[in-house]
């Protein structure tokens, strides 16, 4: 996306294989510092994260990667090993491989699970975290994913719940209403879909990662993140933090508000017109709050 910015591409190596990762741009500013950004699923890839490069021209780098078991990196076919451990480990990886002392941190999605997950380790140099699309509860998000998928027409309602109750989720009635569902509050009603959209949702597909964490759907939590709580720890974390989420985003504002409210000093910021992907359905509109955000936090 931005052709003039220089990027970098290479591998990792993370608990014997390979985790691939992209710098774009060369240096940071005086008083500016590296923005991380963390991709969600768990098992999505970097590719939906194109706009945030233009980040680059703010004075500071933008590192992505593909976090381990899919997109560019390894992947290991192994269920058992996609636990939070295993991601929050390669996070502290790729910044001691990269020299990354001092960064921002932006996690999408499962992406910002992970960024406070990491973030309750306490580690050394996270000057502030931007937590998009997020939750802090899987509990909370099926109450409201329920609540959403009730307000779909009655026959896409049926649907799911019969292919729910009897573990049909593959056929293919189920995966037209999961695309209805995310007309409304992912990323289906984006059109046209930039080409690196396109590319990232179709890596999203029959993916071990994601089955194996969160499940056939959206909307339908089964894996090992059902349980998946942290809604009593977020006064733990306690550097700056920007909450942001969009009016029709799956992650809705009932459950942005919930991390909001938890971390002290946290700023909130809704998105009127985006659903569960603001940084591409409001891209300026983004580009200039995360600005002025790391701006603030870096005077």
Avoid at 149 to 165: F, G, Y
Avoid at 208 to 219: A, K, Q
Wanted: hydrophobic content about 35%.
């Amino acid at each position: 996306m931005n052709a003039e910015m220089p990027a970098k591409e290479d591998f990792v190596s993370f608990r014997g294989y390979k985790t691939w990762y992209r710098i774009v741009g060369s240096h940071e500013e005086p008083g500016k510092l590296p923005l991380i950004c963390l991709h969600g699923g768990p098992g999505a890839t970097h590719d939906y994260f194109e706009s945030l490069e233009a980040m680059s021209t703010t004075g500071r780098r933008v590192i992505l990667y593909d976090q381990l078991g899919w997109g560019n990196s390894d992947h290991p076919h192994n269920p058992s090993m996609w636990t939070v451990k295993l991601f929050v480990e390669e996070l502290g990886v790729i910044r001691r491989a990269l020299g990354l002392e001092r960064v921002h941190i932006l996690g999408h999605s499962w992406g910002g699970q992970l960024a406070m997950e990491y973030a309750l380790t306490q580690p050394e140099g996270l000057a502030s975290l931007i937590l998009a699309d997020t939750l802090a509860s899987a509990p909370q998000w099926a109450a409201e994913t329920t609540r959403l998928v009730s307000e779909l027409p009655a026959d896409e309602q049926q649907i799911i719940q019969e292919h729910e109750a009897a573990g049909t989720t593959n056929s293919p009635e189920y995966q037209e209403a999961m695309k209805a569902f995310s007309r409304h509050h992912g990323g289906g009603h984006i059109d046209p879909k930039p080409e690196w959209v396109k590319r990232a949702f179709e890596k999203l597909e029959a993916n071990e990662v994601y089955l194996t964490m969160w499940g056939p759907s959206e909307f339908c939590v089964t894996g090992t993140l059902k349980d998946w709580d942290i809604t009593n720890r977020l006064g733990e974390i306690r550097m700056p933090t920007l909450v942001i989420g969009g009016r029709y985003d799956e992650a809705t504002p009932t459950i942005t508000e919930t991390i909001h409210r938890g971390i002290p000093g946290s700023e909130w910021v809704i998105f009127e017109n985006s659903a569960h992907f603001p940084h591409i359905e409001e891209t300026e509109r983004y580009l200039q709050v995360l600005s002025q955000f790391l701006n603030r936090v870096e005077a």
